[in-house]
């Protein structure tokens, strides 16, 4: 009768036993990989969207017509730019354009004569019978003007056409100029340093100091405007912004450098920006 295993058997139970703990392990090692992939892939992918999210805001809230890409003192209109190779943002290229003023965006309310409803301190619209010169009257007694700093604001008419053709509406570079407002003379006229060739009905407040969109050379996104920086992403190895035909629409392409995955040395993520 046999009271114990046999030297064959003790190590064939050894080698099975070391078998199947490097299979464990291996498929345990994978399972960390797997886990680390899907972790950094959901990280760039949530960096990617909130990153076009952020652009796509920035662009909306500036002046259409005014989105360049400006290398030096050059601007090329964002709309002339047709292919995401010529839209290539990096460090000699930035992508400039003109914004609305914050009291616009934030829309101020107030009361008004003792009425306890919220009235806008400005609604954008203008008097034509009463503005003339440098003088401009908002159209309604109860759009009120809030006395803010006027420096670096001016009004932008958005549509002033002549024959068919824009005339006087933007300033970036150089493109024709806004009109800058002096002072806030009461809280229903504004004087401008100049008087416009034509007016529209409706103005924006803007501010003339231009934004920028630029990647340096740390392949940080960084939004500045008006002496402040934004970081808007980190390791982003490439943007592009372009138009899509002449519809109207922005395309942007954002790239990052994917340290995790070598089989995927960069992560991109396509998104479409509307006025």
Known sequence: MRRAFTMVEM??????????????????????????????????????????????????????????????????????????SSGKVTGNTLLAFITKNADVLNGYFGNYQGNSSNLPLFSGFIDLSKSSGTMIVTAFSQDRLRSINVNNLALYFPFVNQDGNVYNKYYSGNK???????????????????APSKIGDIAVIVNMLEATIQKNNNNDLIFSHNGQSITLAQNVSRLSVWSESQSGILRVRICFVNKTMDF?????????IMQ
């Open 11 to 84: 190590v064939f139970v050894i080698v099975i036993t070391g078998l199947v703990a490097v299979a464990g392990s291996m498929a345990i090692v994978q399972i960390m990989q797997n886990y680390a992939i899907q972790k950094e892939y959901a990280k760039m992918e949530q960096d990617s969207t909130s990153a076009i999210l952020q652009i796509s805001k920035y662009l909306q809230d500036s002046i259409w017509d005014s989105i360049a890409l400006k290398q030096g003192s050059v601007y090329t209109d964002i709309f002339s730019v047709n292919s995401e």
């Open 176 to 194: 024709t100029a806004l009109f800058q407002i002096n002072a806030i003379q009461s809280d229903s006229t504004m004087q401008l340093s100049r």
């Open 264 to 272: 995927m040395p960069e992560f991109c993520k396509e998104g479409v």
